[in-house]
Nanobody, 126 residues
Framework: QVHAVESGGGLVQAGGSLRVSCAVS????????AGWLRQAPGKERQLLAAISWSAGNTHYAYSVKSRFTISRDSGRNVVYLQMNSPKPEDTAVYYC???????????????????WGQGTQVTVSS
């Protein structure tokens, strides 16, 4: 069983920066993909970024590309989402998710993820 626990959410001013973290535990991660997703009130959950665990290949949604960066610390089994220049519309509950994959790749569909964190609230003030 894999567990994912997010931390680091909170209130940030528009144009500032915030980093959220996700500690993943329970199994080895050489063939995992991890991702960050978010859900704003009244909206569907969307995938923001994904990363392949070993090679660190990344994928971003257009809405956050060039502002957000996903990374991972393989030794500590932690995945990060660095949010630069956030906007009020980035306000949402942010979720970390993980899944086993065949080969070195990342997953870009929500239904492909098997293990989920509880979510952390990020609020961007204008």
């Amino acid at each position: 069983q894999v567990h994912a626990v997010e931390s680091g959410g909170g209130l940030v001013q528009a144009g500032g920066s915030l980093r959220v973290s996700c500690a993943v535990s329970g199994r080895t991660f050489s063939t995992y993909s991890a991702g960050w997703l978010r859900q704003a009130p009244g909206k569907e959950r969307q995938l923001l970024a994904a990363i392949s665990w070993s090679a660190g290949n990344t994928h971003y949604a257009y809405s956050v590309k060039s502002r957000f960066t996903i990374s991972r610390d393989s030794g500590r089994n932690v995945v990060y989402l660095q949010m630069n220049s956030p906007k009020p519309e980035d306000t949402a509950v942010y979720y970390c998710a993980a899944a086993t994959v065949a080969g070195e790749r990342y997953l870009v569909q929500e239904y492909q993820y098997d293990y989920w964190g509880q979510g952390t609230q990020v609020t961007v003030s204008s």
